[in-house]
């Protein structure tokens, strides 16, 4: 049970680490990565008010723009093409992800933060 509670959380990191940052090549695609990790940061600070952890928050922000950024890459939706659940998902379990690595355990306030990062990628970058 604890190698499933290990392994698990940082395979997940692994593969999106992965995915984001090594196929991160052109600038452009840099820009907009570093764009979603802004965004993310931000909207993980603000749901801080409601969550009581500001610089967990944050982090788990970040973490969730660069999920919501491999997601809509992986899905081809880097053109604002992309959907709101989805990257409210990414953004949650992206934030999940981070909380378990860096020993930030509040489950729920880490997918309320990558959820609201996702949700305010989606409605500040879709076109």
Known sequence: MNLKRTLIPSLMATGLIGSVF???KPAFARDRLLRD???GAGAGAATSIITGHP???AVNGAAAGAGVYGTNK???SHH???DLARNAGAGAASSLVTGAVTGQHHPIDNAINGAAAGAAINLLTHH
Request: aromatic share 14%; charged share 0%; hydrophobic share 45%.
């Open 74 to 76: 992986a899905f081809g």
């Open 22 to 24: 090594f196929s991160v």
């Open 80 to 82: 604002g093409h992309s």
């Open 55 to 57: 610089l967990s928050s």
């Open 37 to 39: 990790i802004g965004i």
